[in-house]
């Protein structure tokens, strides 16, 4: 089979999806009581009529398969932030004003070999460097080169039991209500070779509305899934037992947990 077969029938239900959010007038919100009306809406769209399909194709083309990857001359010359406001306490604005000497990306749960990490140390793991485009679910798409250490690099090291089948990622921003971002992946999007934790964005370093000091990109999957503001990742056997227990911020929302593209 080649590859451009299925890839082309997935961005055509894709972006159809995204076209009918746009006709129906469901991008550009910013109250957080419309974004949870149009989750709502999308959702129920995507569930009607896109995530069969796109089961179907996963099912046809395995998860392996890497996201397309574009050139220099490709990249958004605007790329919006979006999502909840960065973490704007002193704490937070004081440590990225320094170059963060403060922050620590922890890393537990179920490992062998729990860890805590400086932005230098992990600067210093070699990194990975991917032109992608992210799909937000709102309806907008953009280009960007991300560089950032590879999640295998950073599992290979700590070492997950064998029971431990999903990866969360714990941020640092709160939504009006104070409750936190948080998301998760399986072991398999996880291991993904496009799968980073990305610290530089366009050749400079994560802007502070991106996502800084560290994000994650998941190039398998919908904007949503992408965990900005990362202080810790968890290693876990089931998701129930994490915040509200759906595996991340708007899947607690009725977001689908798989988000795959
Ligand atoms: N911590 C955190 N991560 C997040 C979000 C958020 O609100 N908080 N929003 C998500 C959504 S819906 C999208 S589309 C992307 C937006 O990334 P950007 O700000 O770089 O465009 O981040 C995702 N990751
Ligand atoms: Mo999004």
Known sequence: ?????????????????LYGAALLGLSGCDKLFDRLQQSRRIGALLDSAESASRRFLRLLTGRRRLAQ?????????????????????????????????????????????????????????????????????????????????????????????????????????RDDNGELYYESIDMRDARHPQTILAYEMNGVPLPVEHGAPLRLRVETQLGYKMAKYIRRIEFVADLKTIPRGKGGYWEDRGYEWYAGI
């Not at 089979?1 to 999806?17: D, F, H, Q, V």
């Open 1 to 17: 089979m080649t590859k451009s077969g299925p890839e082309i029938t997935r961005r055509k239900i894709l972006t159809g999806a």
């Open 69 to 173: 990857e574009f050139e220099e001359k490709d990249i958004s010359r605007y790329f919006k932030p979006n999502g909840n406001p960065p973490p704007l306490e002193n704490e937070y604005m004081a440590d990225a004003k320094a170059g963060w000497p403060n922050w620590r990306l922890e890393i537990g749960g179920m490992v062998e070999r729990p860890t805590r990490l400086t932005l230098e140390e992990l600067k210093g793991v070699p990194a990975r460097t991917q032109i992608t485009r992210h799909d937000c679910v709102e309806g907008w798409s953009a280009i960007a080169k991300w560089k950032g250490v590879p999640l295998a690099r950073i599992i290979a090291r700590v070492i997950p039991a064998p029971a431990a089948r999903y990866v969360v990622f714990h941020c640092m921003d």
